[in-house]
């Protein structure tokens, strides 16, 4: 009796492994007929994530989102357009016939915005006194007026009190 056990035991192994280990069975398949009609949609296998350390994975998931987002997403840049302007003048030529000139027979006078200019820092400097504040400071003053003499700066900044 052992002996038939040990024998149909064998031969149960002996099959088994006969089957695993054929290298010409041949696998089944279903196959199923898709009509013209239907339309087959490919689905994208989701990537796993490359990383195995856990704080890698938010970063990634962050990554799969944007790269989804942007491959959904067309972005059309507008064309530029040219825009005809017309050129304003800016600058109102002071009447120069009787002012005084400097060394380079340049009209020692200041255009109606370069006087705005000066009135709107002297306001925001607080300075009440321009002309008197010019030729107390004329140093700093000779920055903006780069090759005057410290005269021919007290006129022009005068040139835009004299009409008031």
């Known amino acids: ?3 038939l056990l040990v024998l149909v035991c064998v031969l149960v192994a002996a099959e088994a492994y006969s089957k695993a280990a054929n290298p010409f069975k ?6 199923v007929e898709v009509s013209d009609d239907e339309e087959i949609q490919i689905v994208p296998k989701k990537r796993t994530p490359a990383s195995k350390y856990p704080w890698k994975a938010e970063e990634e998931k962050v990554n799969r989102k944007n790269e989804n987002f942007r491959s959904t997403e067309s972005i059309e840049m507008p064309l530029a357009r040219k825009v005809k302007t017309q050129k304003i003048v800016t600058t109102t030529l002071p009447s120069v016939s009787d002012v005084q000139r400097d060394a380079k027979g340049r009209p020692l006078i200041l255009s109606p915005e370069h006087c705005k200019q000066v009135e709107h820092y002297s306001k925001v400097y607080g300075v009440k006194d321009v002309l008197g504040w010019v030729q107390n400071n004329c140093s700093f003053a000779k920055m903006y007026v780069p090759g005057a003499t410290c005269e021919e700066i007290n006129i022009l900044v005068a040139s835009c009190y004299k009409k008031n």
């Open 1 to 3: 009796m052992k002996y």
């Open 26 to 31: 041949t696998k089944k398949y279903k196959c």
